[in-house]
């Protein structure tokens, strides 16, 4: 979604609506995504979600962590764990086979999702999300690609994982 300069990603959920055989999707965010009683509400309603299917909300907070701390990258044992911690017992009881990964730090878990959860389709927001873009671009006339990295938490820390990734940019750090 796109309004003036804010630019917005929602979870895919037209997408895992047609794919689900279950007719179980999860929703997986921050907890302040997932317990927004508004926003993400509100998205949700706007889809037209059939009343057979059953929207569930999964707070992976800490799944976001292993990202920031940089561990999906030096201890993929832990965060297989972690992973499993967080989401196998809701994924199973809930016959789960669809998941949209809301948040810009869960893509990066990606291949960890898939082997843990051969049954489980996971989307990614993000790639919808890359035409709509595009079109912004065209339509504002910005011809000048730049990149900008911003972080609140340490800027070293950010930096040395962003290496490992082969990323080698400046990091500034984000003051809210």
Known sequence: ?????L???YPPLSNAVKISRTRNIAI????????S????????EKCNVPNDIVIHKI????????VESGKFLTDKEYCKNIIKEVLEDVFLDNSIDVATLSSTHLPFLEPFLRSIFK????LEP???FTNVLKDFVEDNDLQQNVLRIFTSGDVNLFKKNLQMMGIDDEVNFLTI
């Open 126 to 128: 993000a790639l919808s």
């Open 7 to 9: 630019i917005g990603i």
């Open 28 to 35: 997986l965010g921050t907890r302040s995504v997932v317990q």
């Open 37 to 44: 009683e508004s926003s993400l509400d509100r998205f949700i």
């Open 59 to 66: 707070d992976c907070s800490l799944l976001v962590e292993l």
């Open 119 to 122: 049954n489980v389709k996971f």
């Open 1 to 5: 979604v796109i309004s003036s300069k």
